[in-house]
């Protein structure tokens, strides 16, 4: 499967931003989603994960409450939605998928990951 992340930009802090990544190749119900973030100078690291269906989601704590990760199978769609948007959200925002069951776990055993959106927070 191929990813494409858009949506990225400048926001204020407080701020929201939606992000998009647009899947094409395989079936898209059939993969676990997920995304990502890498601030400069340092470790990606994981934000949300959405099961197939999408019915069942985790985050990290760090954005628990403030981001929302949906899709919508048949668009082949995967959505990040950042409401009260901080300084250190900044970072590059990927998404990635696997074709393996859903978990509640921020792990990085994805097979497969889009090119990264750029999401700058602004104080």
């Known amino acids: 499967v191929q990813l494409q992340a858009s949506g990225g930009g400048l926001v204020q802090a407080g701020g929201s931003l939606k992000l998009s990544c647009a899947a094409s190749?395989?079936?898209?119900?059939?993969?676990?989603m997920g995304w990502f973030r890498q601030a400069p100078g340092k470790e990606r690291e994981f934000v949300g994960t959405?099961?197939?269906?999408?019915?069942?989601?985790y985050y990290a704590d760090s954005v628990k409450g403030r981001f929302t990760v949906s899709r919508d199978n048949a668009k082949n769609t995967l959505y990040l939605q950042m409401n009260n948007l901080k300084p250190e959200d900044t970072a590059v925002y990927y998404c990635?998928?696997?074709?393996?069951?859903?978990?509640?776990?921020?792990?990085?055993?994805?097979?497969?990951w889009g090119q990264g959106t750029l999401v700058t927070v602004s104080s």
């Open positions: 990635a998928a696997k074709p393996t069951r859903w978990t509640a776990q921020g792990d990085f055993t994805y097979d497969y």
């Open positions: 190749g395989r079936t898209f119900s059939l993969y676990t």
């Open positions: 959405i099961s197939r269906g999408g019915s069942n989601t």
